[in-house]
């Protein structure tokens, strides 16, 4: 079945550092994929999104691109700020409202 | 902007109470959802709804049960709480069709003890 598999953390960086957190996915279809970012005592909010194959999303100096290929829509982000310390979800949507998560990987940014 | 509000922040129960969690939205949304939070495994979907009275089981909807009497509210039940079902709970809505498809919105969450 579908699913979204992302690299286990916590991820400890140092401020201006550059971020990568895999994710990877398994879908039969075409689906669209997200990724959800959770402040600490918040709920998740979209951060960005890629709706078909070489999409970019990009958000907050955040970016990811949908690789078919690969399977894959690894988030990216240049330099690092102790306000990004957050979990960060990757997901994929399938037939209009099928969801699915992954597991979550939370980020710690030291100053 | 959008807003999906969570009824308690946070609840403790004993096993074998019923436990109701409300959810309201004021975006005319379509669909809403219910997950599950837990540490390691992420969102757990639990139960959505894409209109009024309908409903469809989630992954794990063992232990829950929902209603959606009216469009903007759904409401997840626990009809005997267990120590097991001690987590967050999420509440989501979204539309089906238009720009902005796809994009969940999430309350603040609900967290759950079961003593």
């Known amino acids: 079945g579908d699913s979204v598999t992302q690299m286990e953390g916590p991820v400890t960086l140092s401020e201006e550092a550059f971020l990568t957190i895999n994710c990877t996915y398994t879908?039969?279809?075409?689906?669209?994929l997200f990724w959800y970012v959770q402040y600490p005592g918040e709920g998740l909010q979209l951060l960005l999104k890629a709706t078909k194959a070489d999409d970019k999303g990009s958000n907050k100096g955040f970016e990811a691109t949908y690789r078919k290929e690969t399977t894959s829509f690894h988030l990216e982000k240049g330099s690092v700020q102790v306000s990004d310390s957050a979990v960060y979800f990757c997901?994929?949507?399938?037939?209009?409202?099928?969801?699915?998560f992954g597991s979550g990987t939370k980020l710690n940014v030291k100053p | 902007d959008v807003k999906v509000t969570q009824s308690s922040r946070y609840l403790v129960k004993r096993t074998g109470e019923k436990v109701f969690l409300e959810c309201v939205q004021d975006m005319d949304h379509e669909n809403m959802f219910w997950y599950r939070q837990d540490p390691g495994l992420g969102l757990r979907l639990i139960y959505f709804?894409?209109?009024?009275?309908?409903?469809e089981k989630g992954d794990i909807p063992e232990g829950y049960s929902v209603s959606r009497e009216k469009k903007e509210r759904f409401s997840l039940i626990l009809e005997s709480a267990s120590t097991n079902q001690t987590s967050m709970y999420l509440c989501?809505?979204?539309?089906?069709?238009?720009?902005?498809?796809?994009?969940?919105?999430f309350g603040e969450g609900s967290r759950l003890t079961v003593l």
């Open positions: 709804s894409y209109d009024v009275k309908m409903k």
């Open positions: 997901a994929l949507l399938y037939n209009f409202n099928k969801f699915y």
């Open positions: 879908a039969t279809g075409y689906p669209s």
């Open positions: 989501a809505s979204s539309f089906i069709w238009g720009a902005n498809t796809g994009e969940l919105f």
